[in-house]
C-alpha cells in the first residue's frame, strides 16, 4: 500500500507532496482509497462533504468503531501526515483478520477531505463541514489562490457542491473515533517509545495581517519619504518569535503575499500568515495580542495602515477522558500480557500533548475521539524529510489493531 502512494503527488524537484483538494492528486488518492476497500469486500461510500468511507458491518447497527485519517498535503509535504494513518487502518483491519477476529460493533475506515487546508485556507473542511462548524455559507466563501471557490473546485472534481452540510446521522453512528499519526515532534523518540496515546491539542488559530503603504520607485524613492510596509511586517516577523519565546508558545509567519511584487518596487502591500499555538488559551491570546500590539506600533511609525483578520479557530481539545484509558489499559495490558504479576498499567504508554490540529479534534465535540502517534525519530513535519521507520510503522499497525479489537469486541 504505501508503495502505490508514494510517487501520487510528488514534486519531482522539491521530492515532497503537492497533494491539494479537488486536484488531480487528490483525485488518485481517492482512487487509491475506494480500490483498497473494494478490494477487501468492505462496503464504500463518499458522504455529502466528500469524505470517503470504508465499512464492514453494517452502518446503520450505530455504535461503529471508526479509525482514519487524510491523504492531502500541505505545499511539499513528507509522506507520512495524514497516510500514515490511513495505511496503517487498512492494515490494523488486515491485522484483524489474520487473527480471525469477529467485531461485535461496525467498523470504519475515513478519509477525510481537505485537513491540511493548503488550497483554500482552513484546515480540516472535511470534519469541520460534517460536524457544523463550518457553515454553508462560509464554505461557499472559501477560494483558492486562483480564485476558484471550493464549490466549483469540487463541482469539477465531479462531485456535487450543492449537498455540502452537516452529517449528524453519519456521525451518530459513531461510537469511538481512533486517528493514528505520526508524530509532529520528537517527545517519543527522547522518551524510546514507539508508539504514544494523545492527551490534548493545543488551541490554536491563523491570523492574517495586511500591511498597506505606498508603492514607488525602489532607486529614485528617498528612504525617509517611503511607506513602506515591508519594514513593518519584518518586524512583526520578530516579534513573534520574540512574544511566543517569552511565553513558551510557538508562532510562525510561513506565508507571505506581495503587491506589486516587483525586485523594483516597493511594495504597496505586504500580507503575512501567522500561525501560533500554545498549551492554554490565556498563553495563545497574550502572545497573539502581544504581537498584534507590536505590529500596529510599527505600522504606525512607518506611516502603514494595518489590519488583522482571524481566519480560522480551533479552541483546546481535551480528548475524551474515558476513550483516552481505555486505549492506555488495552495496550499497557499488551505490553504486559507476558508478565506473572498484577500490576497498575494504565500508565505504561506515554500520554503527550501536541501542537497539531486534526480531525479527530474537530470531531471530538461531537463523538468520542482519541489519537495514537508513532515515533518520528528527527521530530520534522510538513517537510520531504518527515520520516517514520518501518519497524515503529509496524508497531502503530498492530497497536491499532488492538485498540480497534478492544473497543468493537467488547
Same mark, same amino acid.
Given at each position: 500500500?504505501?508503495?502505490?502512494?508514494?510517487?501520487?503527488?510528488?514534486?519531482?524537484?522539491?521530492?515532497?507532496?503537492?497533494?491539494?483538494?479537488?486536484?488531480?492528486?487528490?483525485?488518485?488518492?481517492?482512487?487509491?482509497?475506494? =480500490?483498497?476497500? /473494494?478490494?477487501?469486500?468492505?462496503?464504500?461510500?463518499?458522504?455529502?462533504?466528500?469524505?470517503?468511507?470504508?465499512?464492514?458491518?453494517?452502518?446503520?447497527?450505530?455504535?461503529?468503531?471508526?479509525?482514519?485519517?487524510?491523504?492531502?498535503?500541505?505545499?511539499?509535504?513528507? =509522506?507520512?501526515?495524514?497516510?500514515?494513518?490511513?495505511?496503517?487502518?487498512?492494515?490494523?483491519?488486515?491485522?484483524?483478520?489474520?487473527?480471525?477476529?469477529?467485531?461485535?460493533?461496525?467498523?470504519?475506515?475515513?478519509?477525510?477531505?481537505?485537513? /491540511?487546508?493548503?488550497?483554500?485556507?482552513?484546515?480540516?473542511?472535511?470534519?469541520?463541514?460534517?460536524?457544523?462548524?463550518?457553515?454553508?455559507?462560509?464554505?461557499?466563501?472559501?477560494?483558492?489562490?486562483?480564485?476558484?471557490?471550493?464549490?466549483?473546485?469540487?463541482?469539477?472534481?465531479?462531485?456535487?457542491?450543492? =449537498? @455540502?452540510?452537516?452529517?449528524? /446521522?453519519?456521525?451518530?453512528?459513531?461510537?469511538?473515533?481512533?486517528?493514528?499519526?505520526?508524530?509532529?515532534?520528537?517527545?517519543?523518540?527522547?522518551?524510546?517509545?514507539?508508539?504514544? &496515546?494523545?492527551?490534548? &491539542?493545543?488551541?490554536?488559530?491563523?491570523?492574517?495581517?495586511?500591511?498597506?503603504?505606498?508603492?514607488?520607485?525602489?532607486?529614485?524613492?528617498? @528612504?525617509?519619504?517611503?511607506?513602506?510596509?515591508?519594514?513593518?511586517?519584518?518586524?512583526?516577523? @520578530?516579534?513573534?518569535?520574540?512574544?511566543?519565546?517569552?511565553?513558551?508558545?510557538?508562532?510562525?509567519?510561513? +506565508? &507571505?503575499?506581495?503587491?506589486?511584487?516587483?525586485?523594483?518596487?516597493?511594495?504597496?502591500?505586504?500580507?503575512?500568515?501567522?500561525?501560533?499555538?500554545?498549551?492554554?488559551?490565556?498563553?495563545?491570546?497574550?502572545?497573539?495580542?502581544?504581537?498584534?500590539?507590536?505590529?500596529? /506600533?510599527?505600522?504606525?511609525?512607518?506611516?502603514? =495602515?494595518?489590519?488583522?483578520?482571524?481566519?480560522?479557530?480551533?479552541?483546546?481539545?481535551?480528548?475524551?477522558?474515558?476513550?483516552?484509558?481505555?486505549?492506555?489499559?488495552?495496550?499497557?495490558?499488551?505490553?504486559?500480557?507476558? +508478565?506473572? +504479576?498484577?500490576?497498575?498499567?494504565?500508565?505504561?504508554?506515554?500520554?503527550?500533548?501536541?501542537?497539531?490540529?486534526?480531525?479527530?479534534? &474537530?470531531?471530538?465535540?461531537?463523538?468520542?475521539?482519541?489519537?495514537?502517534?508513532?515515533?518520528?525519530?528527527?521530530?520534522?513535519?510538513?517537510?520531504?524529510?518527515?520520516?517514520?521507520?518501518?519497524?515503529?510503522?509496524?508497531?502503530?499497525? @498492530?497497536?491499532?489493531?488492538?485498540?480497534?479489537?478492544?473497543?468493537?469486541?467488547?
Amino acid at each position: 500500500m504505501w508503495r502505490e502512494l508514494l510517487h501520487i503527488g510528488r514534486h519531482p524537484d522539491s521530492r515532497g507532496y503537492r497533494r491539494y483538494a479537488w486536484t488531480g492528486a487528490d483525485a488518485e488518492c481517492r482512487a487509491w482509497f475506494r =480500490a483498497q476497500a /473494494e478490494s477487501r469486500g468492505l462496503t464504500y461510500e463518499v458522504d455529502r462533504n466528500g469524505n470517503q468511507w470504508a465499512w464492514l458491518g453494517d452502518p446503520s447497527a450505530g455504535d461503529a468503531v471508526v479509525t482514519g485519517s487524510h491523504l492531502d498535503s500541505v505545499p511539499d509535504g513528507g =509522506a507520512f501526515d495524514g497516510p500514515l494513518g490511513v495505511v496503517s487502518s487498512f492494515a490494523a483491519l488486515d491485522e484483524l483478520r489474520a487473527r480471525r477476529v469477529t467485531p461485535a460493533k461496525p467498523l470504519a475506515i475515513v478519509n477525510f477531505g481537505d485537513e /491540511e487546508g493548503a488550497r483554500f485556507g482552513l484546515a480540516c473542511v472535511g470534519s469541520r463541514l460534517a460536524s457544523g462548524q463550518l457553515s454553508l455559507p462560509q464554505a461557499h466563501l472559501l477560494t483558492d489562490g486562483d480564485g476558484v471557490t471550493l464549490p466549483r473546485a469540487m463541482e469539477a472534481a465531479g462531485y456535487d457542491p450543492d =449537498a @455540502l452540510g452537516p452529517d449528524p /446521522e453519519r456521525l451518530a453512528r459513531i461510537g469511538a473515533f481512533v486517528e493514528l499519526h505520526v508524530e509532529q515532534g520528537r517527545a517519543l523518540d527522547l522518551s524510546g517509545d514507539r508508539v504514544g &496515546i494523545a492527551s490534548a &491539542i493545543w488551541p490554536h488559530g491563523r491570523w492574517r495581517f495586511d500591511f498597506r503603504g505606498e508603492a514607488n520607485h525602489a532607486g529614485t524613492t528617498r @528612504l525617509v519619504d517611503r511607506h513602506d510596509p515591508m519594514l513593518s511586517y519584518a518586524e512583526t516577523v @520578530l516579534a513573534a518569535r520574540r512574544e511566543a519565546e517569552l511565553a513558551g508558545a510557538v508562532a510562525t509567519f510561513g +506565508k &507571505i503575499s506581495v503587491e506589486p511584487n516587483g525586485v523594483n518596487a516597493i511594495p504597496s502591500l505586504v500580507r503575512g500568515w501567522l500561525d501560533s499555538r500554545a498549551e492554554d488559551q490565556a498563553t495563545l491570546d497574550t502572545v497573539v495580542g502581544g504581537i498584534e500590539k507590536a505590529a500596529r /506600533e510599527y505600522a504606525d511609525a512607518h506611516g502603514i =495602515a494595518l489590519d488583522v483578520v482571524r481566519e480560522s479557530f480551533t479552541p483546546v481539545v481535551e480528548f475524551d477522558h474515558a476513550l483516552r484509558d481505555e486505549l492506555a489499559r488495552i495496550l499497557g495490558e499488551d505490553k504486559d500480557k507476558d +508478565k506473572d +504479576k498484577d500490576k497498575d498499567t494504565d500508565l505504561k504508554v506515554p500520554v503527550l500533548g501536541t501542537g497539531a490540529g486534526h480531525d479527530a479534534g &474537530i470531531l471530538s465535540g461531537t463523538v468520542p475521539t482519541a489519537m495514537l502517534f508513532v515515533r518520528n525519530p528527527t521530530g520534522v513535519s510538513h517537510s520531504p524529510a518527515e520520516f517514520a521507520a518501518e519497524d515503529d510503522c509496524v508497531a502503530g499497525v @498492530l497497536a491499532l489493531a488492538d485498540v480497534l479489537e478492544g473497543l468493537a469486541c467488547a
